[in-house]
């Protein structure tokens, strides 16, 4: 039997040279670090979010609370708080204009409503701080008892300094009727 004709590189094999494998773990390198480098700032994107999101549930749940019991107890309204604190945070008032000097609740990481008092006494779970604005010249309404602008102000991180807190204004009309 005769054996095939094969062409003059019979017995080389081709493989790549080290020029070539460095030049390929240094590319994979690069790609590496890039997303390496872009996870801080989607973990910072990503509680930004969560904040934003948090703080539109609890100004949601207050102005709900509000407008619930608008109709019967305009001028002595009071918010739930989950931790069931006694005495109550202040009643809020919707027949005047006011303006708070310090916030009348906290919420939580969860987005739930506690009273200073337990925020007082568990700082680091009092996330956010509630102000509670009102303004009673609504325009349309001719009796200034019967239909208030409430603002809920959310502010993060609840223990910060005013000029470091980033806030969200949630603004509503609260009528009796």
Known sequence: MKS??????????????LAEVVI???????GVVAVLAIFPT???TGHSAQDETRAAHIAQS???SLVAQAPSQFSALRLPVSDNATPTPAPIDLTASSSPTTPTLYGDNDGQLVSVQFA???????????FIYTNNSVPGF???????????????????PAANQTFRDYVRIVSKY
């Open 62 to 64: 207050v102005l709900g």
């Open 4 to 17: 095939p004709i094969v062409s003059g590189q019979q017995g080389k094999r081709h493989g790549f040279s």
């Open 24 to 30: 390929a773990l240094g590319v994979i390198t690069v």
């Open 142 to 160: 001719t009796d200034p008892a019967s239909a208030n602008v409430v603002t809920v102000r959310v502010a993060w991180p609840a223990n910060a």
């Open 120 to 130: 007082t006494q568990n700082p680091t779970k009092a996330v956010y701080a509630i």
């Open 42 to 44: 989607s973990l910072q």
